[in-house]
């Protein structure tokens, strides 16, 4: 997946919300709603990611080592704050540095919301996820992804 493809998810996600936003059905249907929101905005993390780095290592390192990359970050999953810390740390000591110091509190307490959330809802385990709540978490996400562009570059 390219970046352009993750533009195009990341507006087919900005839709998604748009349109829960406008349903006038209960909250029980937005919190319904919410649950399937949180499980793609988790995968938007992790594509995210993943495309970054295999991005900034394409062309620049010799073929065995893209091989092992890709094939290393293909399945990462539960990227909550210290997941990526430490997996920015295995590429970059200072990309590490700069993820922790540049992200709030507030984004770091949403990220691992979502993805605290998508495992209770994967495992069928009660949540309490309401629509609110999963914007709010879905904004700080972007931003995320935003300041993980800023740092995995070449």
């Not at 594509?47 to 073929?63: A, E, K, Y």
């Not at 949403?110 to 998508?118: C, D, G, K, L, P």
Request: neutral net charge; contains cysteine; hydrophobic residues 30%.
């Amino acid at each position: 997946m390219s970046l352009y493809k993750l533009n195009i998810f990341e507006r087919q996600l900005d839709n998604l919300f748009a349109q829960v936003s406008t349903i006038d059905e209960g909250e029980e249907t937005k919190a319904h709603l919410s649950r399937y929101l949180c499980v793609r905005t988790s995968g938007y993390l992790e594509n995210v990611t993943r495309i970054l780095i295999s991005n900034f290592c394409d062309g620049t390192s010799p073929q065995p080592i893209s091989n092992y990359i890709v094939k290393r970050t293909k399945y990462i999953t539960n990227l909550d704050f210290k997941r990526i810390k430490n997996l920015l740390s295995e590429f970059n000591v200072d990309w590490s540095i700069e993820f922790e110091t540049s992200i709030t509190d507030q984004q770091k307490s949403s990220i691992n919301s979502v993805v605290s959330n998508r495992n209770s809802i994967a495992h069928g385990n009660n949540d309490s996820i309401t629509f609110r709540d999963m914007s709010q978490y879905y904004n700080d996400t972007k931003e995320v992804c935003e300041l993980l562009k800023n740092i995995i570059k070449k």
